[in-house]
């Protein structure tokens, strides 16, 4: 566990503990290959990982030092923080950017909603409200000078009950519960969420605060390279991530098999990040131009 002060706790092995909460999504892989793989190990780092259900949720326990860094982390919540004073951001690695049908937006099989303009004025359920699903999916609907629907805040496992019980029209999912809704309930696919104006923009990273890289800068850095390595794994070699999913998402080894996977970056891009600035602007979920190129940690 973090500590506010003089860095982190050593494990028995002299190995530095760090703290890491986490999604169980697709997003979060290669944290979980550093680990198992031994690449955390390989740069002296002993690391804890808490699964939240919302990278939101663990944001107190950030800010308190309880938690060191929190991957899967959605970048608009955060940049959002950062712009109001509440978290003084850093970023150690990229997590995914959007590919395709790494996330859909699903109705019923038996919906009468047949087309992505048909979405207008539609309940659409997103994990958190304004937020990389909601942004992306307006920039979606406005390329086609399409409607915006009206969002619901629905957790992503509870989503499949909610689009069961008519408590939605549609649901905005991301693997692995987008594969596993279609299977489980018949749902299909309306629209690709990972497609146009959203393809290729970066969606969560591995984030910390200023203070905690001040405080432990050669464990940050060990930290940003077992991830990176671990990236290069996911990009290269999707069988792994394939093979690590059912160990800590809720899939099985069959239906990870089937699973749209996200891109993995090996390096965070500073002008990738800066297209996403530049969406949050236009949607007026950031208020002026934030450099995302002094929040990446070296």
């Not at 099989?109 to 937020?131: E, I, Q």
């Not at 689009?163 to 939605?168: A, I, N, P, T």
């Not at 390595?229 to 800590?248: F, H, I, N, Q």
């Amino acid at each position: 566990m973090g500590c506010d002060t003089g860095g982190t706790p050593h494990s028995a092995d002299g190995r530095q503990q760090l703290t890491v909460a986490a999604l169980p999504l697709t997003d979060s892989a290669a944290l979980y290959l550093a680990r198992d793989r031994g690449l955390f190990a390989k740069e002296g780092l002993d690391v804890r990982i808490q699964t939240v259900q919302q990278s939101i949720q663990a944001l107190p326990a950030l800010l308190k030092g309880q938690v060191d860094v929190i991957a899967s982390a959605n970048y608009v919540t955060y940049l959002q923080a950062y712009e109001k004073g509440t978290l003084d951001l850093r970023i150690l690695a990229e997590g995914v950017r959007i590919a395709p049908h790494m996330m859909d937006v699903l109705v019923p099989g038996d919906s009468a909603l047949k087309s992505p303009a048909d979405l207008a004025g539609k309940k659409v359920a997103v994990a958190v409200l304004n937020n990389i699903q909601s942004l992306t999916l307006n920039a979606i609907l406005d390329a086609r000078h399409a409607g915006r629907p009206v969002y619901r805040q629905i957790l992503f496992p509870q989503m499949g009950p909610a689009l069961q019980r008519s408590q939605v029209d549609a649901v905005h999912a991301v693997e692995p519960f987008d594969t596993a809704i279609q299977g489980e309930l018949g749902a299909r696919v309306l629209l690709d969420a990972g497609s146009g104006p959203a393809k290729g923009l970066p969606a969560s990273g591995y984030v910390t605060t200023a203070a905690f890289v001040k405080k432990n800068p050669k464990a940050a850095a060990g930290f940003r390279r077992a991830v990176e390595a671990a990236s290069r794994l996911a990009a290269g070699d999707p069988a792994a991530v394939r093979t690590e999913l059912p160990a800590y998402a809720k899939v099985t080894a069959d239906q990870a098999k089937s699973i749209h996977l996200p891109a993995y970056p090996a390096t965070a891009d500073p002008a990738a990040l800066r297209r996403l600035v530049r969406l949050m602007r236009a949607q007026g979920l950031l208020t002026k131009d934030i450099d995302p190129a002094p929040l990446l940690v070296k």
